[in-house]
């Protein structure tokens, strides 16, 4: 029985691709099965109970608040990857490469801003001024203190003669942490580092392409049309 020279190398699993960072409101999610639990509930027992024209009512009703409902709290997601950020947002998907990002602004609502000047909203990723001010709060009282432990008499001289004190050990751990941040603005500072090291590889050009999202559009006007029908016939 013969046998080959040599043997073909057996072939090698595809390269694994690191996965996109996900950002996501948790309050919008929550928010979303709490209003989808009231509507449905009370839809259905209008599709049951109801009388005459109750039912189709409820029904164009639960066709045209569901979806919206769905596209404005559970839909909204920020996808950042090594070559383009993916930014879904109620009604429109939109992929951005980064090299054709040229910023990303926080005010009283975060952006991404493309080469050309337009600016698309990221829903995922909602301002909260309360957090802000939290934030600052923390900020504040972490500097206080650190310049409290550092005078002498202070908390931190407790510990001077055993290496360790009140001021040297908890809050200096959380000194060691850095300053807090709020969570939204930790999400843009993540995603302004991500823009900063990609926008210059080469895989990672490419042109804005822009969705619309069809599937949460078409039963939403469909059911405000059949509300309009049905209210119109009296």
């Given at each position: 029985?013969?046998?080959?020279?040599?043997?073909?190398?057996?072939?090698?699993?595809?390269?694994?691709?690191?996965?996109?960072?996900i950002?996501?409101?948790?309050?919008a999610?929550?928010g979303?099965?709490?209003?989808?639990?009231?509507?449905?509930?009370?839809?259905?027992?209008a599709?049951?109970?109801?009388?005459?024209?109750?039912?189709?009512?409820?029904?164009?009703?639960?066709?045209?608040?569901?979806?919206?409902?769905v596209?404005?709290?559970?839909?909204?997601?920020?996808?950042?990857?090594?070559?383009?950020?993916?930014?879904?947002?109620?009604f429109?998907v939109?992929?951005?490469?980064?090299?054709?990002?040229?910023?990303?602004?926080?005010?009283?609502?975060?952006?991404?801003?493309?080469?050309?000047?337009?600016?698309y909203?990221?829903?995922?990723?909602?301002?909260?001024?309360?957090?802000?001010?939290?934030a600052?709060?923390?900020?504040a009282?972490?500097?206080?203190e650190?310049?409290?432990?550092?005078r002498?008499?202070?908390?931190?001289?407790?510990?001077?003669?055993?290496?360790f004190?009140l001021?040297?050990?908890?809050?200096?751990?959380?000194?060691?942490?850095?300053?807090?941040?709020?969570?939204?603005?930790?999400?843009?500072?993540?995603?302004?580092?991500?823009?900063?090291?990609?926008?210059?590889?080469?895989?990672?050009?490419?042109?804005i392409?822009?969705?619309w999202?069809?599937?949460?559009?078409?039963?939403?006007?469909?059911?405000?049309?059949?509300?309009?029908?049905?209210?119109a016939?009296?």
């Amino acid at each position: 029985m013969t046998t080959p020279d040599h043997q073909s190398p057996a072939p090698q699993p595809p390269a694994a691709f690191a996965r996109d960072r996900i950002y996501r409101s948790p309050a919008a999610l929550a928010g979303g099965v709490l209003l989808l639990a009231i509507v449905g509930w009370l839809g259905f027992d209008a599709l049951v109970k109801g009388h005459d024209r109750t039912p189709w009512l409820a029904l164009a009703g639960l066709i045209l608040i569901v979806p919206l409902v769905v596209a404005f709290t559970l839909r909204p997601a920020v996808f950042a990857g090594e070559d383009r950020l993916r930014v879904r947002n109620p009604f429109r998907v939109i992929t951005l490469p980064w090299g054709e990002v040229a910023s990303l602004r926080s005010g009283y609502s975060n952006e991404v801003v493309v080469k050309s000047g337009t600016k698309y909203q990221l829903w995922a990723i909602p301002v909260s001024l309360r957090a802000r001010k939290r934030a600052a709060r923390r900020q504040a009282r972490a500097a206080s203190e650190a310049r409290g432990a550092g005078r002498p008499g202070g908390l931190g001289g407790l510990g001077g003669g055993m290496g360790f004190g009140l001021g040297g050990g908890l809050r200096g751990a959380e000194a060691a942490a850095g300053p807090a941040r709020a969570e939204s603005d930790q999400a843009m500072d993540d995603l302004r580092q991500l823009l900063e090291n990609r926008a210059e590889a080469e895989t990672a050009q490419g042109e804005i392409t822009v969705r619309w999202a069809y599937e949460i559009a078409a039963p939403a006007v469909a059911g405000a049309v059949l509300l309009a029908i049905l209210l119109a016939m009296g």
